[in-house]
């Protein structure tokens, strides 16, 4: 396609202004070249308000996610790939095979048009990686000061495999909880940034699209009951969500939860307890007892689940909370986050 | 990690747990104090109460500096932001302490107030140089340990001439609080108190010494680890059953019997005592709070603006005094867990985690609910 613009946009050194989100030339020029050309795959070459998407097999999953993390690139990854993996991982953990997103860009006007190539760089990057493009798309841009940089939401369209029903309402009393990986990275790689950490070696975030092992763990472990990312609040958050929704209790072993050092070290530094801190590739598995070690075979045959352990079971008991053994030999409740822990952290 | 890890061992919890079982006589009770809020948080955080045998019963103190602030002294801030037009900076969990007319300033906050967080007063001091044709008032709250950057901050204004900063004094001290609860005529029995870390960090382990001279009660200084708190225990029982009473410390790697002299010399450069001090639970207390010297009282909210302390009764269902007091554990009141909960906090020991109730809400609660 030949471009009716005399002259390129200046991604170098230009910034975004109002008139790319006109309707007008210039907005068709942004979108042209700085996001379609990044994004291309045949739907997006329609060029129509829409995609017309071929009927899958099945019954579908769609998922939104929203995306407003601050700073926008940080050690790990940054909001573009965030806002593929995101979305990506909600459809995926429904035990769904995502297909199809769509994105919705919010720019704030003056925001460096070099940064923003790089965030659609990214996130073609991880959609190609992920393979599920990037079919529709908008963009808004508003005055300096009514946003913060960009903002990026995305939706994500997937359909269910055959056979699998998992819900965060099925955990059952003796079936055991499974945590893919280590905890805290993304929350704490986004911290250490803001309040100008520096350790030994940096924390990167853990963003990372989970369906590849949710594939894989599926595969072996078709019945499993509940799988869940656990992104905002923590793991913590995630473990509650599921017991209030089954109607049951758990028991978790914190001896059997890995945080790494350098997370360690910042929540110790910062008050915080890594059960409440963000990740963005990490998944909680319910599982019934009996396909406990299979599971856990599956995860850990994935470089994403290498690190997968056993954290604890489901119980029914009076109150139905979450209560967790701690390394000390007591026993405390790990309780729904009270108040604001990290804001803005995805 | 190095130097935590250490101080949170399973194995040494193990050890110590059964050391204390086997050193507490199984005929008497130990009643036994830990007056920080960072002892209650340690305890409840590691469940260190499954470590120890029924007989050992830790009573929760009055140390947790948002929980002893009475609703005045809150109002008296809002009433500044409010009618002042004062910009309010304070630490975190002060922000959510009950105040009149069902507000805290988080609520004032959201009603147009200009209250601003900061986690140190080197904050405060950037808010006032960024805003100079605003009042900017420092809430200053805590024990002794908070009460040295509060002082370096009036220094550093005084150097500075930055004019448009004060604070809001409501520095209060500990063995005043101590004094209180081993004086009250009605008060719960205590058999000996682990000692403050932080605090004592600061003003050494000697201010302590009168309550095992004069009161014949056992203190052991103790570090907010959870091998300290389990140490510290195992140290009280030994001298409970040697019906000893001294000052002993086990955070020797952080405490020292004179403290830290350059900080108390800067405290007493700037502070100077309070006649009485309303506390929240344990009432007026003589001689037991901080105001800022008269040579500083440019730099003193109360001075500055016309915002006179009023005190107010707390809500009559609140528990919350008797809780301070030792007199009550948390849920043994009306509203615990109900009415009041962390999210609606009724009472300020719901406030933070260092609080009586909100450590056992957030940990405990569900021993209640087993039983």
Redesign the interface.
């Known amino acids: 396609m030949s471009a009716p613009y005399v002259r390129p946009l200046d991604v170098k050194r230009g910034r975004v202004d109002l008139s790319h989100g006109s309707g007008g030339r210039a907005m068709a020029q942004l979108i042209e070249e700085l996001f379609a050309s990044e994004l291309a795959n045949e739907y997006l070459a329609q060029g129509d308000d829409g995609a017309r998407l071929g009927r899958p097999d099945g019954r579908l999953v769609v998922a939104t996610d929203s995306h407003v993390v601050s700073p926008l690139f940080f050690p790990g990854g940054d909001i573009g790939c965030l806002s593929v993996h995101g979305t990506i991982n909600d459809v995926a953990v429904m035990g769904a095979e995502p297909l199809y997103l769509a994105a919705s860009f919010i720019l704030e006007e003056g925001y460096p048009l070099a940064d923003l190539a790089r965030i659609v760089a990214s996130m073609a990057a991880a959609s190609t990686a992920a393979g599920v493009p990037v079919v529709t798309g908008d963009t808004k841009v508003v005055e300096r000061g009514k946003a913060d940089g960009v903002f990026i939401t995305t939706t994500g369209v997937g359909v269910l495999r055959n056979g699998v029903d998992c819900s965060g309402a099925y955990a059952r009393h003796g079936d055991t909880v499974l945590l893919s990986g280590s905890i805290g990275e993304h929350g704490m790689a986004i911290m250490s940034l803001r309040e100008n950490l520096s350790f030994e070696a940096p924390i990167l975030s853990d963003t990372a699209a989970l369906h590849g092992l949710i594939a894989t763990l599926l595969a072996a472990v078709p019945d499993l009951r509940v799988m869940r990312d656990a992104t905002r609040g923590g793991v913590a958050t995630t473990l509650n969500e599921i017991a209030r929704q089954s109607g049951v209790g758990m028991l978790i072993d914190e001896a059997a939860i890995r945080v790494r050092a350098p997370v360690e070290a910042a929540c110790e530094l910062l008050g915080l307890d890594p059960l409440y801190v963000a990740n963005e590739g990490k998944l909680v598995i319910v599982c019934p007892p009996q396909r406990t070690d299979a599971a856990l075979a599956a995860l850990r045959s994935h470089p994403l689940g290498a690190e997968a352990s056993v954290i604890g079971r489901v119980h029914a008991g009076p109150g139905n909370f979450v209560q967790m053994q701690t390394r000390l030999g007591g026993r405390r409740i790990v309780d729904w986050l009270s108040g604001d822990q990290l804001p803005r952290i995805c | ?1 190095k130097y ?1 890890d250490e101080f ?3 194995e040494l ?2 050890g110590l ?1 059964t050391a204390i079982r086997r050193d507490a006589h199984a005929g008497r009770q130990y009643r036994l104090m830990e007056f920080c809020g960072g002892h209650t948080h340690a305890i ?8 120890l045998p029924p007989n050992v019963r830790m009573i929760h103190g009055p140390g947790c500096p948002v929980c002893v602030l009475p609703i005045g002294r809150i109002d008296q801030a809002i009433r500044l932001a409010r009618e002042q037009g004062a910009i309010v900076a304070t630490y975190a969990d002060t922000l ?1 302490v009950p105040a009149s007319q069902q507000l805290t300033l988080l609520r004032a906050k959201a009603q147009g107030a200009d209250i601003q967080m900061v986690y140190s007063t080197t904050d405060a001091l950037a808010i006032a140089r960024a805003h100079p044709g605003r009042e900017v008032v420092f809430l200053a709250i805590g024990f002794e340990t908070t009460t040295p950057p509060t002082a370096v901050a009036v220094l550093a204004a005084e150097a500075e001439g930055l004019a448009n900063f004060s604070i809001l004094c409501n520095h209060v001290l500990t063995p005043a609080a101590m004094h209180a609860i081993l004086a009250a005529p009605n008060g719960v029995p205590i058999d000996g108190f682990v000692g403050p870390a932080h605090v004592s960090t600061v003003i050494g382990s000697a201010p302590y010494e009168p309550f095992a001279d004069d009161y014949g009660k056992p203190v052991v200084i103790a570090g907010f680890e ?1 091998l300290d708190v389990l140490r510290a225990i195992h140290m009280l029982i030994h001298q409970v059953n040697d019906g000893r009473a001294a000052v002993e410390n086990e955070f020797t790697r952080a405490v020292t019997r004179e403290g830290n002299r350059r900080a108390q010399a800067i405290v007493d450069q700037v502070f100077e005592l309070r006649e009485a001090f309303e506390w929240r639970g344990l009432g007026t207390i003589p001689n037991s709070a901080l105001r800022l010297r008269p040579r500083f009282a440019d730099y003193d909210a109360e001075r500055r603006f016309a915002a006179p302390y009023i005190p107010v009764k707390d809500n009559k269902a609140c528990a919350c005094g008797e809780i301070l007091r030792g007199e009550k554990r948390p849920q043994d009141c009306r509203i615990f867990g109900t009415v009041c909960t ?2 609606n906090p009724i009472g300020s020991c719901m406030v933070s985690t260092e609080g009586a109730c ?1 450590a056992h ?6 021993r209640e ?2 039983a």
Do not use: H, K, V
């Open positions: 990690m935590i949170r061992s399973g919890a193990a747990s409840s955080r590691y469940g260190l109460i499954d470590l959510r959870p962390p999210e909100a809400y957030t940990f405990g609660r569900f609910a087993a």
